[in-house]
């Protein structure tokens, strides 16, 4: 029953993500009510969700919505009787066919079971509620990038040059004669990341769930985001909110969600506007598109081969290259692909590994037959 609670505060999350105001008061309550009323079916613990989390009737087809994602599929006006007959049945429950007649007793799904079943479904599938179900494992992530040398310097006994400051400050405890000479090596820190996300309609469901990712992780190395499709949209302060509050603030912050793609346009303005002046310095760079460029690939190649000779790294993120008859042989893919260190689809949640060891430089994984691809 303990994983009934912990589903039951899950669900009121998502719905708080979905815009009904769900406080602590009601998720309380709903978790009272599972304790007490000890649903054996999803029609009982529909009704256990009705009475305690809504309080307008404005808000019930956005339970009914989330509660379908999170359960299965199915109509949960059928779990209210606003149908004389109806037959429901979805991956763990099953309702009876006639008005008021008892549900049959089914195996209620965990939290756990639901986000581990969904964690092998494509992002593009996936509805919003159930990509909020997904917060709690993305937050086992950790998206490092390499160490890099930094201007400052600590002390260190095998240390390829003599700290004289050091020494001489510690010569006072020996009467001004130095004992012991100090050494010291360059600190190392995390090398900046840089993202591009491409947010155009054919990328639109990718990159709701990449940008959930980047706010969910904890990136070593603080990561500046920017979204493109028509026009360039710098997204770093909007997405240090909490997850469901920054992807709304992205929504409102780029006009331009579902429009065309102009990434060779986007490029040069990126580098232009921050990228040349320092931001793409020695970064390791991610861009996220299935490279449909609605423009000439003139510019995209040249504004590439810039990046290219300011950036550590470039990652590209493309989740059509999860198919294996995939090739880069025409339009945008065809012009940046000589330019990536690593491509990858990370197009659902356990493909995110081959992402997160792009970054970090400890991908392994073997070229696509036919397909060059460079790998450090």
């Not at 964690?119 to 990038?145: H, K, S």
Request: positive net charge; charged residues 25%; glycine residues 8%.
């Amino acid at each position: 029953m303990s994983e009934l609670a912990l589903l039951a505060a899950r669900f009121a999350e998502v719905l708080r993500a979905e815009g009904v105001a769900v406080g602590a008061d009601r998720s309380a309550r709903f978790t009272q009510a599972i304790l007490l009323v000890r649903p054996e079916t999803t029609d009982e613990l529909y009704r256990c969700a009705l009475t305690t989390l809504v309080s307008a009737p404005d808000q019930i087809p956005v339970l009914d919505r989330v509660f379908a994602a999170v359960f299965g599929g199915g109509d949960p006006a059928d779990f209210r009787g606003d149908r004389p007959q109806a037959t429901v049945a979805g991956n763990n429950r099953q309702v009876t066919a006639s008005r008021g007649e008892q549900g049959r007793k089914v195996e209620l799904p965990t939290f756990g079971s639901a986000a581990e079943h969904l964690a092998t479904r494509d992002f593009a599938e996936l509805e919003l509620a159930e990509l909020a179900l997904l917060r709690d494992l993305m937050r086992r992530f950790r998206i490092a990038t390499p160490l890099r040398r930094s201007r400052r310097k600590r002390v260190a006994s095998r240390g390829r040059r003599v700290d004289v400051r050091e020494t001489l400050r510690r010569a006072r405890r020996s009467g001004g004669q130095p004992a012991v000479l100090h050494r010291w090596v360059p600190r190392e820190k995390p090398r900046k990341l840089v993202v591009l996300c491409d947010i155009s309609g054919s990328m639109e469901a990718h990159a709701r769930a990449m940008l959930q990712l980047l706010v969910c992780a904890n990136v070593g190395a603080k990561a500046e985001v920017f979204t493109f499709a028509t026009r360039l949209t710098r997204l770093t302060k909007a997405l240090a909110a909490d997850p469901a509050k920054a992807m709304r603030q992205a929504g409102e912050q780029a006009p331009d969600w579902s429009g065309g793609t102009r990434i060779g346009a986007a490029l040069k303005e990126f580098l232009d506007s921050h990228g040349a002046r320092g931001m793409a310095r020695g970064a390791v760079v991610v861009i996220i598109s299935d490279g449909w460029e609605t423009g000439g690939t003139g510019q995209l190649t040249a504004q590439m081969a810039r990046l290219s000779r300011l950036a550590y790294r470039i990652v590209w993120v493309n989740p059509r290259t999860a198919q294996p008859e995939y090739r880069p042989l025409v339009g945008g893919m065809a012009a940046v692909w000589p330019y990536c260190e690593f491509v990858v689809s990370a197009h659902r949640l356990d493909a995110l590994d081959e992402l997160l060891a792009a970054i970090g430089g400890a991908c392994h994984t073997d070229p696509r037959p036919g397909v060059t691809l460079r790998v450090a």
